[in-house]
C-alpha cells in the first residue's frame, strides 16, 4: 500500500513539474509577443525572432535585442557569400561592379552588427547602437539603389529586403532601451 501511495506521489510531482515548464515556456513566448507588439509591425517583429530558437528563452528587452542584432549580423554575412557568388559570375561586367558595391556594403554592415552595435549594447550606450544600426538598415537600399543608377533590376532584391526588415526589427527592439 505505501508503495501505491508513493508512486500516485510521484506521479502528481512529475505532473506539477512538467505543467510549470510548460507554463514557463508560455510566459518566454508571451514575453516576446507583448515586446514586438510595442514595435511598428508585431507580426514581422515575431518572425524575425522566431529565426534563433534562444528568442524563446528571452526575458528581458535587452536579450531579445541582442538576439535580434545577431540575427541580423548572421543575414549581413550570408547575404555577402551571396552576393559574392554573384559578383564572381559578373566579373567584368557593370552589375559585376555593382555587386562588389553591394559585397563591400554587405560585409561592412556584418562588421558593424558583431563589433560595433554589440559592443555598444553591451556598455549601455542605446542612442549610438540604435543610430547605428538605422544606418546599417539602409544597406539593402543602397545596393538596390546603386542598381536603379544603371538602370538595371537588382538580382538581390529579395536579400536587400530581408535585411532592411531584419535591422529595423533589431533597431526598433534597440530603440526600446533608450529610455529606461
Not at 39 to 55: E, F, G, R, W
Not at 132 to 142: N, Q, R, S, T
Request: charged content about 25%.
Amino acid at each position: 500500500m505505501a508503495n501505491r501511495a508513493t508512486s500516485v506521489a510521484m506521479v502528481f510531482i512529475i505532473l506539477g513539474i512538467m505543467s510549470f515548464g510548460i507554463s514557463v515556456a508560455d510566459a518566454d513566448a508571451s514575453f516576446v509577443a507583448r515586446t514586438c507588439n510595442k514595435t511598428k509591425n508585431a507580426l514581422l517583429c515575431m518572425s524575425v525572432l522566431h529565426i534563433d530558437p534562444k528568442s524563446t528563452y528571452a526575458s528581458t528587452e535587452l536579450e531579445l535585442a541582442n538576439i535580434a542584432v545577431k540575427i541580423a549580423g548572421d543575414t549581413a554575412n550570408h547575404n555577402a557569400k551571396v552576393i559574392d557568388d554573384l559578383a564572381k559570375k559578373k566579373k567584368g561586367t557593370p552589375e559585376g561592379g555593382v555587386l562588389n558595391v553591394c559585397l563591400w556594403s554587405y560585409q561592412f554592415a556584418g562588421n558593424e552588427l558583431e563589433v560595433d552595435v554589440r559592443t555598444l549594447l553591451h556598455d549601455g550606450d542605446y542612442i549610438t547602437a540604435s543610430s547605428l544600426m538605422l544606418d546599417i538598415k539602409g544597406v539593402g537600399d543602397h545596393c538596390e539603389n546603386a542598381f536603379k543608377g544603371m538602370e538595371k533590376k537588382s538580382p538581390v532584391t529579395n536579400i536587400d529586403r530581408e535585411m532592411t526588415e531584419r535591422c529595423g526589427v533589431a533597431g526598433e527592439l534597440i530603440a526600446m532601451l533608450i529610455h529606461k
